[in-house]
């Protein structure tokens, strides 16, 4: 069964950092594409960044390039995302989620969530 | 980038009656990248069709996806309580987009 569960979010100050994690299990991780979905509160979805399954190629929405770092660790079946100058239009659930395949770009897997909230 | 409107906003049915919800993109979409997910209150999104018509692993037969160029539709034949929810189109062209979502309600 494939798990993804997401950590380390919280309450950060504006212009303040904080790094997510996802750790992943129930499928051979390193041969996936794996991404950062965000919600804000009441709001749609938005995504973030995703890297590839060998972890050196990453992708980034405007809205975040520059100011956040995604990156993985194969050894220890894990994504991260390191966020910095974080602002108040940051705060959202942060999704991990599996790109289904090298041919479909969606997402099949999701993980709970955590929730980052920016504000002084 | 390409923006995924859909409509209603919300829309009122009956457990057993039929839904249509639709996602227009302000350009043509490739079929092959549009998707559709449901989201309950509190839970992750699911994925539900991909490919404008194919269904996820474990998705009912009354899920159904359709559509081609900017025009796409995702119609429920007969709704079961656990399909009340919010639903969102999403396409990948060289980002992915998401539509804002249609929340579909017991009337």
């Known amino acids: 069964e494939v798990q993804l569960v997401e950590s380390g979010g919280g309450l950060v100050q504006p212009g303040g950092s904080l790094r997510l994690s996802c750790a992943a299990s129930?499928?051979?991780?390193?041969?996936?594409?794996m991404s950062w979905v965000r919600q804000a509160p009441g709001k749609g979805l938005e995504w973030v960044s995703s890297?590839?399954?060998?972890?050196?190629?990453?992708y980034y929405a405007d809205s975040v390039k520059g100011r956040f770092t995604i990156s993985r660790d194969n050894s220890k079946n894990t994504l991260f995302l390191q966020m910095n100058s974080l602002r108040a239009e940051d705060t959202a659930i942060y999704y991990c989620?599996?790109?289904?395949?090298?041919?479909?770009?969606?997402?099949?897997?999701w993980g709970q969530g955590t929730l980052v909230t920016v504000s002084s | 980038e390409i923006v995924l409107t859909q409509s209603p906003g919300t829309l009122s049915l009956s457990p057993g009656e039929r839904a249509t919800l639709s996602c227009r993109a302000s350009?043509?979409?490739?079929?092959?990248?549009l998707v559709w997910y449901q989201q309950k209150p509190g839970q992750a999104p699911r994925l539900l069709v991909y490919?404008?018509?194919s269904r996820a692993t474990g998705i009912p037969d009354r899920f159904s996806g359709s559509g081609s160029g900017t025009d796409f539709t995702l119609t429920i034949s007969r709704l079961e309580p656990e399909d009340f929810a919010v639903y969102y189109c999403?396409?990948?062209?060289?980002?992915?987009?998401f539509g804002q979502g249609t929340k579909l309600e017991i009337k």
């Open positions: 989620a599996r790109k289904k395949s090298s041919r479909e770009y969606c997402f099949d897997s």
């Open positions: 129930g499928f051979t991780f390193n041969t996936y594409v």
């Open positions: 890297m590839s399954g060998s972890g050196d190629t990453p």
């Open positions: 350009q043509s979409v490739s079929g092959s990248y």
């Open positions: 490919g404008t018509s």
């Open positions: 999403q396409q990948y062209g060289s980002s992915y987009t």
